[in-house]
């Protein structure tokens, strides 16, 4: 068994007994705390647009819907959800489209991380 005999504020230098195990760990740590990574104070994001299409008559999620927002594009899922990324902030025409239903378009918000965007969309 080893002893570490270092003055400080943890096991690996108390002069506590050791395994050599320990001591690998404890050459990591240190190694790990003296190093120091600059991080980002706040986090850089792109706005994005995120909402549920549903059937304005029953009220069930309309799969295959595409929405297109901004030149970009996204289509729903069998729970009606999609979602758009990397948009720029500001008010935006969002359209959807479903060959069974009526298109529908409007403006909507954009400038958070995922903003809502919910539709309704009318039956043909």
Known sequence: MAVLEAGGGNACDRGIPVTSGRVIGCVL???LT???VDMPTTMDFQPGLMGVVT?????????GAI???QNK???TDANGRYGVGNLEAGTSLV???HPAYRDAERQVRIDTMFSPGDFLL???
């Open 67 to 69: 929405v297109r927002v």
């Open 95 to 97: 359209r959807v489209t």
């Open 29 to 31: 740590l240190l190694t």
């Open 34 to 36: 003296a190093c120091s």
């Open 55 to 63: 059937d304005s008559v029953t009220g069930r999620p309309v799969e």
């Open 73 to 75: 594009s996204a289509g």
């Open 122 to 124: 009318e039956p043909r």
